[in-house]
């Protein structure tokens, strides 16, 4: 099979240092080629050089890089200009920063057919329209003056997929297209790439680091490394019989769906959160008065128990109110209704000085990692916060003693905390929110997706140092997420969530090998097999 796109020693460096070193490969016409490794490996970087779009600061230098017969490494910007969107064309990681928000949709896939294509103005809507139901985007003829704000994720995921598919390229770049989508969205959109892939003949190029959706859609695979590419062959030879350390670790680290028929099962203990008919509604507002005429049921009469050690996974896809759920625990945002028990006492009666003193027992480790930190305080300052708050008969040196500690405990060396959250990877910094949570010393902590925005071996630090504190301090967790091989590897329990309501709930192996519910059933086909 001939090769659609071609790169032979291409390198890119910033003030000297390699970013991207020497790598070679080749796509295939109608193949999906995955490129594949942890953040900062190269990757993105990579398919910006493929496109000519590399800062102006870069050093690039490239032997060949061969679109079929054209060299593109001797190309000048006016070529580019008609290979860009027409030949190659690339979806972005996060469709919100992509698209242009004061634009329609419509417009903003016009755009690129007027640029590549000689085409009346009602063929050009035509053609737009074509393309959203190419994508299966609902009501298409209907949607093409909608905003990107009114749309979902996976909605304006499509959108950017109708953007690249608008000049009928040779190849596709897909960024990290799936990163912060729903396992099911996930499904749809990978579905969605194959089955356009079929019917068009293009090459596809997956970019990712989730090597579970990397097995289930590639047909060759290579794997990059501090800029270089350490491994590459058929997708099955690299998944089943991985030949460099690296990659090796890679698939190591992958968390399985079949991990909790093999650990032991935990003894019945007692609960410590008892949570009762609890419910959170969002008020809509209509009129010029902004009356209320109905509720969104973001939480509606949910029960649950959580037992003293445990972790307790609340699952189910964007939008079915786990997140409100634990902030409304917490009292961060009102509620209104239901009895919340903790340790035996009525938390949901407390309130002022004794409902603060209550709530250092409850502690939440949010899903970003960066935004959920001051950036103007040094880490030392941050995990102080809850010590300044609760106990404020400490002395500097007992809260500097405790800060210290807590960051050797989870990782990180003592010097850390005179830093700032900045200068700290993704991995690094979910283990300061994990300091930041432990020292208060609670006994339930919320984990609002604290590794779905890590790499597959960062997530694997972060859940085992997880399970270590569970056991040494005997903590429990309320985990949210929506990876299920993740509830997997950590969970006692599972409850799944759906439309504000848990529609099944019981024992980790139970749900995930004998699930009842459709909903339940849905997620789990949907997970990508580890």
């Not at 027409?86 to 896939?109: E, H, T, Y």
Request: proline share 5%; glycine share 6%.
């Amino acid at each position: 099979m001939p090769s659609v796109f071609s790169v032979q020693r291409l390198s890119v460096a910033f003030n000297g240092v390699n970013v991207v070193d020497r790598i070679s490969f080749d796509i295939k016409a109608g193949e999906t080629f995955a490129l594949v490794g942890e953040s900062g490996s190269g990757k993105s970087m990579t398919a910006l050089a493929a496109l000519n779009l590399l800062p102006y600061n870069a050093q690039v230098a490239c032997d060949v890089m061969a679109l079929q017969q054209d060299n593109l490494a001797h190309f000048s910007e006016e070529q580019w200009c008609h290979v860009r969107g027409r030949r190659i064309a690339i979806i972005f990681q996060d469709p919100i920063a992509s698209l242009n928000p004061v634009m329609k949709i419509g417009a903003q896939i016009a755009e690129v057919i007027k640029l590549h294509f000689d085409l009346s103005t009602p063929l050009i809507k035509q053609r737009v329209i074509e393309l959203l139901e190419q994508v299966e985007l609902p009501n298409a003829a209907g949607r093409v003056n909608d905003y990107p704000h009114q749309l979902s994720g996976g909605q304006r995921q499509r959108v950017m997929i109708a953007i690249a598919l608008a000049g009928q390229p040779d190849l596709l770049i897909a960024d990290e297209p799936t990163t912060a989508l729903d396992v099911t969205i996930q499904a749809q959109i990978l579905t969605l790439l194959k089955n356009i892939q079929q019917k068009t003949g293009m090459a596809l190029w997956l970019i990712s680091h989730d090597l579970a959706l990397v097995s289930s859609i590639a047909q060759r695979v290579a794997v990059m490394q501090k800029g270089k590419i350490v491994e590459v062959g058929q997708a099955e030879a690299i998944f089943d019989r991985p030949e460099h350390p690296y990659t090796q670790q890679l698939i190591a680290s992958l968390p399985s769906m079949k991990s909790c028929q093999t650990r032991p099962v935990k003894p019945e203990a007692q609960a410590f959160l008892d949570v009762r008919h609890f419910s959170c509604f969002y008020p809509i507002r209509r009129g010029i008065f902004k009356r209320i005429v109905d509720y969104v049921r973001a939480v509606d009469e949910v029960s649950f128990t959580l037992q003293r050690a445990k972790t307790l996974a609340l699952v189910g896809e964007s939008g079915c109110g786990k997140t409100t759920l634990g902030k409304a625990l917490l009292h961060l945002i009102p509620y209104q209704g239901g009895e919340v028990f903790l340790d035996g006492v009525a938390f949901h009666d407390l309130t002022g000085e004794p409902r603060r003193q209550a709530r250092a027992a409850m502690q939440i480790v949010f899903q970003d990692p960066f935004s959920s930190m001051n950036p103007r305080l040094l880490v030392g300052e941050i995990i102080a916060e809850g010590l300044r708050a609760l106990h404020p008969t400490m002395t500097s040196a007992q809260r500097d003693g405790r800060v210290s500690s807590l960051l050797q405990r989870v990782g990180l060396p003592q010097e850390a905390m005179y830093r700032y959250p900045h200068e700290f990877s993704g991995g690094q910094r979910q283990r300061i929110c994990i300091a930041r949570a432990l020292a208060v010393e609670p006994k339930v902590i919320i984990c609002d997706e604290p590794t779905s925005a890590l790499d597959v071996s960062v997530q694997a630090q972060i859940i085992a140092l997880l399970k270590a504190l569970q056991v040494e301090q005997g903590i429990s967790y309320l985990f949210i997420t929506h990876d299920l091989a993740v509830v997997s590897e950590i969970a006692d329990e599972v409850a799944v969530m759906y439309r504000g309501k848990i529609v099944e709930q019981g024992k980790v192996a139970q749900i995930l090998t004998q699930p009842t519910h459709p909903y339940t059933q849905k997620l789990i086909s949907a997970q990508p097999c580890r």
